[in-house]
């Protein structure tokens, strides 16, 4: 089995404050994931990260960028915190990109933004 | 672009009785891939079941679904609600022919409460 650990759980910001979220699994997963969970709205694909050198925007990539810094951690950062805000963060790894393949999720951080 | 609809944002039901969830979707490609994702409170998200395969009974831990592409539907049933079953239950879609649409696309949501 295997884990994936998004740091930190809770994450309080200032309005235009930038942001960064964690995500490492050790699972040796080639694909992770960047989602926001809100309330009635779903799970929304932030980024993508294919392999290691790779990444792809998702439908939600706008005020967000990623990074993945090796092939077992992906950050997110929220380049300027909306006030308000409040919303989960996801991130997941599959072994491979493909359709067939299980996410794993981490447990998410919690933002809310002042 | 693909969709998935789930009409109910929350379904309340009283233990033991039975429970569907509905899960219809929309997509331009023939070779779609269907799965359920459950959150319960304080745990990651995890996959429940999954198909690709048209007519075919899917089940796992109690639950089974059935992919019918003729009416595009992946229904969430279990025979015997239990309280334990209290959660957020996501429908998704994927294409199967890979490519940059093999991402899966949730559906909203349904939040399922059982009660005693």
């Known amino acids: 089995g295997g884990i994936i650990t998004q740091t930190p759980k809770f994450l309080i910001g200032q309005e235009g404050q930038k942001l960064t979220l964690k995500c490492q699994q050790n699972?040796?997963?080639?694909?992770m994931y960047w989602y926001r969970q809100d309330s009635g709205k779903g799970l929304r694909l932030i980024y993508y990260?294919?392999?290691?050198?790779?990444?792809q925007k998702g439908d939600l990539s706008e005020g967000y960028d990623a990074s993945r810094e090796k092939k077992s951690s992906f950050s997110l950062t929220v380049t300027s915190a909306q006030k308000n805000e409040m919303a989960v963060f996801l991130c997941?790894?599959?072994?491979?990109?493909?359709?067939?393949?299980?996410?794993?999720f981490g447990a998410g951080t919690r933002l809310s933004v002042l | 672009g693909d969709s998935v609809t789930q009409k109910e944002g929350l379904v309340t039901l009283t233990e033991g009785l039975p429970v569907m969830l509905n899960c219809t979707y929309q997509?331009?490609?023939?070779?779609?891939?269907l799965f359920w994702y459950v959150h319960y409170l304080n745990e990651s998200p995890r996959l429940l079941l999954k198909?690709?395969?048209?007519?075919k009974r899917t089940e796992h831990q109690g639950f089974h679904a059935t992919l019918h592409k003729s009416s595009s539907s992946f229904h969430l049933q279990k025979s015997s609600a239990q309280l334990s079953d209290s959660a957020l239950y996501y429908c998704?879609?994927?294409?199967?022919?890979?490519?940059?649409?093999?991402?899966?696309?949730f559906g909203k949501g349904t939040k399922l409460s059982v009660k005693s």
């Open positions: 997941a790894s599959s072994i491979a990109w493909g359709s067939q393949n299980t996410l794993y």
């Open positions: 699972f040796n997963h080639d694909t």
């Open positions: 990260s294919i392999t290691e050198n790779d990444l």
């Open positions: 997509t331009i490609y023939s070779n779609a891939f």
């Open positions: 198909s690709s395969t048209d007519n």
């Open positions: 998704a879609l994927s294409d199967h022919s890979g490519g940059s649409n093999a991402k899966l696309t």
